[in-house]
């Protein structure tokens, strides 16, 4: 008997429930047959009626379109704006009003957009980056990057719901946490999905030991060189927070809480533009 209860239920006129909309984040081994050790979320989504692969990147306040994308498309542009990438490098580009975006079984029609040169991305055969911001309003976004899917959900249904840390939208919309080290001092963190590793401002920690050099590049494609240092015991709202190695930024740089630190992390994005994040407890 129990299992005619589903047909009995559709005999008497109740609906299944309808599932939520919602894509697949990947971390690929490769992108453009280059390794990148499943360091970068991708998602792959059709913009005005063509396929791309794209970044996904939580610490990006609109979606950009690389330019040989949006020739592809046709799309025209408008108005020239300037901005900073991650690396503080200065970015031109030009906005794109309204274009239709569909990953998995999310659709939108995007209001503002933006096309610019991607940089390093471009060589991994990135076609742009999205933006969760653009798709959390009126809804929210729930983002599990451990379980690689993102769902998109109306503001009464509990995927909406989270038990986490507030992460309030900064300029340009974009999603921070301040965090705390030992010494007392504390910096507001950009969660930034497509940083591949977090990186500490000048004067954060500054007694932290000093591991190593690397170099690092914005989507500008301009590369410097920045310490690496680490490890570091931080402090989120009171929770704990040991990050393996960072690297130190120079004057000016945001402070980014990178993919190292969100790979497996819940962040939801409510409608008004604020977030929560949740992280896994750390071994």
């Keep these: 008997m129990i299992r005619l209860l ?19 984040i990947e971390r690929p081994a490769t992108l453009g047959g280059r390794p990148v050790g499943g360091q970068l979320p991708i998602v792959h989504a059709t913009v005005a009626g063509r396929p791309g692969t794209f970044l996904f990147d939580t ?37 794109l009003e309204q274009a239709d975006v569909t990953i998995g079984t999310v659709r939108r029609r995007f209001e503002r957009l933006l096309v610019m040169q991607i ?7 990135i076609d742009g980056i999205i933006s969760p911001q653009s798709f959390a309003d009126p809804d929210c976004l729930r983002i599990d990057f451990g379980k690689g899917v993102a769902t998109l959900a109306p503001p009464a ?19 921070h946490a301040r965090i705390s080290a030992p010494d007392g001092t504390q910096a507001d963190f950009l969660l930034d999905s497509g940083a591949w590793r977090t990186s500490v401002p000048a004067g954060f920690a500054p007694d932290a030991p ?12 301009i590369a410097d060189s920045a310490e690496l240092v680490g490890p570091l015991a931080l402090t989120m709202s009171g929770k704990g927070l040991r990050v393996q190695s ?8 945001e402070a980014l809480l990178g ?24 071994p």
């Design 119 to 125: 940089g390093m991305l471009d060589a991994l055969g």
């Design 59 to 95: 610490g990006a306040g609109l979606t950009v379109l690389a330019p040989r994308f949006a020739d592809a498309v046709g799309l025209a542009r408008g108005a020239a704006v300037t901005g900073r990438d991650s690396a503080g490098k200065a970015v031109a580009g030009r906005t």
């Design 6 to 24: 589903p047909a009995l239920a559709f005999l008497l006129g109740a609906a299944p429930a309808a599932e939520l909309p919602r894509f697949t």
């Design 157 to 175: 249904d509990p995927a909406c719901t989270l038990d986490g840390i507030a992460a309030p939208m900064g300029a340009g919309h974009r999603p």
């Design 259 to 282: 993919f190292d630190l969100l790979s497996h992390a819940v962040l939801l994005i409510r409608p008004g533009k604020d977030a929560l994040l949740s992280l896994p407890p750390q």
């Design 246 to 253: 960072a690297r130190r930024t120079g004057a000016g740089r």
């Design 210 to 221: 000093v591991i190593g050099q690397e170099a690092h590049g914005g989507v500008a494609g």
